[in-house]
């Protein structure tokens, strides 16, 4: 799927079962929300906490797409383009950081 059968895909399930987009307001808050539970994981199974049994069965990849759902949601109702966006941002990284990297010390072992 290409990111932009995404954003098509989830504004036609928004407008059909979800009804309607929550406010950005609230999809920021969800996004947040759901931005922690990645963490959670991420914490606790690859982290120094411990994973307690209550989230031995959580899915980091279920999680993810969460964090990607309502992503694509922000987009669609703030009209991005999430294509040209990330096309856009990976330039900027290639040019802004072409050498930083590699010439960063603390990422050498």
Known sequence: MTVQEL???VDEWVN?????YFTP????AILT???GEVARIMARRYGEQ???SSDADRDLGDELA???WVVTCLANQTG???????????????QRDATRHRN????TR
Do not use: H, Y
């Open 16 to 20: 059909t079962l979800g009804v309607r």
């Open 50 to 52: 411990s994973e307690k």
């Open 80 to 94: 991005i383009d999430l294509t040209d966006a990330i096309e856009r941002n990976i330039d900027k990284k290639t």
């Open 33 to 35: 929300e759901e931005v």
């Open 25 to 28: 307001l609230t999809n920021m």
């Open 104 to 107: 960063n010390p603390k990422l």
């Open 66 to 68: 969460d964090v990607i």
């Open 7 to 9: 954003q098509q895909r």
